[in-house]
Every structure is written in C-alpha cells, then in structure tokens.
C-alpha cells in the first residue's frame, strides 16, 4: 500500500518537463499541489485474513513466553573459575575442553564439561586442533632459554688508546654480563673469559645449549673448546651479517649510545666502572620492549589501580655514572 502510494505522488513529478536552471535571485515557481490518494485508487496485494494474522502474531508469541513454566536458572561460573580455565586452555593448547575440565576436577573444583565449553568459546578461544598451531615467533621464542649470544665492541680513550670490551647477552632474560675489558685481547685473556663465563652459567642454573658470535679473529680455538667441553655448540653469523647476531648488536648499540657516547673515558679503570655501572642499571633497571616493560632481573610490581593510592604519589630519581642515567622509583 505504502509503494502504491509512493507511485501515485512520484507519477506527476515524473511526467511533467524538467525545469531549466535559472540564474541566481530570479523568481522560481512553486510546485503544483500533490494530489490526494483515495482509497479506491489502492489495490491490496495481499487476502485479507493476512493483516489480522501479523496483528495476532506477536500477541500468541508473548503469551505463550508469558505462561512457559519457569526453571530455575543455573548459577553463573565464579570469576576464579573462568580464569583458571582460560589459563588451563592458554598454557595446554593441545587439549581440548574435556581435557581441561579434568584438571579443575583433580583439585576438587566441581565445574561441568558444557561450562568449560561456553567459557572458552564466549572467550573467543580456538579449539585444539587449532589452538596448537605454531606460529614462526613461538618457535624461536621457545628456543631462547638454549641460546647465548656475544660480541666484542671498542671504545677510545681521548688520548686515541684503543680499548676492547667483551659481553655476552641472554636471548630469554636480556641478561647482561660483561665479562671484562683490555688494552691487548690475547688468547690467554679471552680464554680465561669462556672459562669465567661457563662458571657463572653453572652458579645460574642456565641450560645453554647455543653461543652466537661472528668471526671475529680474537675468538681463538681455545675459546671454542672450553664451550665444546660443557656441550655448548658455537654457531658462527655469516660474512658481514651482524642482524644474525642482531639482539646483541642492538644492545652493543645502547651500549654505546647511553654511557660510552655521553662519557670521556679517562683509561682502563674508568671504563670498567662506568660498563659494571651500566651493567647493574641495565639488568635492574631499564626496561624492555620484548619483556613487557620488565627489567631482566626485576619483575614489575603490581599496578595501582585504586585512586586513593594515587594520593601522595611520591616518585624518586637516582642519578647513575654522574647523572648521565636516571633511576625512577616510588617511594614507600
């Protein structure tokens, strides 16, 4: 009825010439008066008992809802429970949800196979067979527990004395040891660092398995052996490929840029205070894109959420290496 109507008003709109656009300010003519739609000009598409029955529609399916009977609704799943079975599904992604639903089970947390099914399903978490796809980043970050990398840099003195410094990097933790510095890297002194370095990965409990470093001459075959003897494997980077070895290049770089660039090093001693200095704030200190903002050997606290914690908000500066690297902490 509505379209028929549309189509009797359009109609004239439709037949009579089109106007010619006039220039602006000059008189336009009104348009001539719709006419009017009698009933009888409308014809019904539809039988007549049709009408009714979109009118009585509704009607039946709100009583019939209004006299269903009514069973108890069950409970809703407790938060902690939720939780603990995302966490069942993100740290086992080759099991499914009846899997899951027996580890709850084994610590007397009564919660039915269909709930742990619609939690993770209104989670938006893939079943097994899907959520055990390994992507490329999950591999090798699953492999950086075994893998160690290290790198010799220069610095100068400003009377032009060329000075050698060795470090070496954990891939999983951002750790940073810098094993020592020296005028004259000799083959004695870097196999001594190997040997100082396997002890300290001993007293750490690491289970290295790989050391990455590239083909730099001061690496002598003495050096290889003492990590061959504790079945550490030593992969070499290609001919002027420094992104194989790229997470220590990248620290050498803040190395540089942070307190050797700002800072004149005066000789041997000061170098190595300003790099043991450096060495504490960037293991306690400094935070890391890859560890969420955490430091390697400091975990972050827990947020403050509640606004009355923000009262009195007291953040402190220590100042490193004569104010070139700053601290912030909040006072207790």
């Known amino acids: 009825m509505a379209l028929r109507h549309q189509l009797v008003v359009l109609q004239p709109q439709i037949d009579k010439p089109r106007p010619h656009p006039t220039r602006p300010g000059a008189p336009r003519r009104s348009a001539p008066p719709t006419p009017r739609l009698r009933l009888r000009q409308l014809h019904l598409i539809v039988s007549p008992h049709t009408v009714p029955g979109w009118h009585h529609d509704p009607l039946r399916r709100h009583h019939a809802k209004a006299f269903r009977p009514k069973r108890p609704d069950r409970p809703p799943t407790h938060r902690r429970i939720q939780t603990l079975v995302q966490r069942l599904a993100r740290e086992n992604p080759s099991r499914g949800y009846r899997r899951i639903h027996g580890e709850p089970a084994m610590s007397a947390i009564k919660v039915a196979p269909s709930t742990v099914w619609e939690i993770l399903h209104r989670k938006g978490i893939e079943p097994a067979p899907q959520r055990n796809r390994q992507t490329r980043s999950t591999i090798l970050r699953s492999q950086t527990q075994a893998i160690l990398a290290a790198d010799f840099f220069e610095t100068h003195t400003p009377t032009g004395v060329r000075l050698h410094v060795f470090a070496v990097i954990e891939h999983a933790t951002r750790r940073v040891r810098v094993l020592g510095a020296t005028a004259h890297p000799t083959t004695a002194w870097t196999t001594q660092l190997a040997r100082n370095l396997v002890m300290d990965l001993h007293d750490a ?56 660039d700002r800072t004149l090093t005066v000789n041997l001693t000061h170098l190595r205070h300003a790099l043991r200095d450096y060495e504490s704030f960037y293991n306690q200190h400094r935070s890391h894109r890859n560890l969420r903002a955490a430091a390697p050997l400091r975990p972050l606290p827990q947020p403050i959420i509640a606004p009355k914690q923000l009262n009195g908000l007291d953040v402190r500066r220590r100042d490193r290496l004569g104010g070139i690297l700053h601290e912030y902490q909040r006072a207790v």
């Open 205 to 260: 409990g690491a289970t290295t398995k790989y050391l990455v470093r590239d083909r730099d001459s001061r690496y002598a075959a003495a050096f290889d052996a003492v990590f061959e003897d504790e079945g550490i494997a030593i992969v070499k980077t290609g001919i002027r490929v420094p992104r194989m070895n790229a997470i220590m290049e990248r620290r050498v770089r803040s190395c540089r840029a942070e307190p050797l």
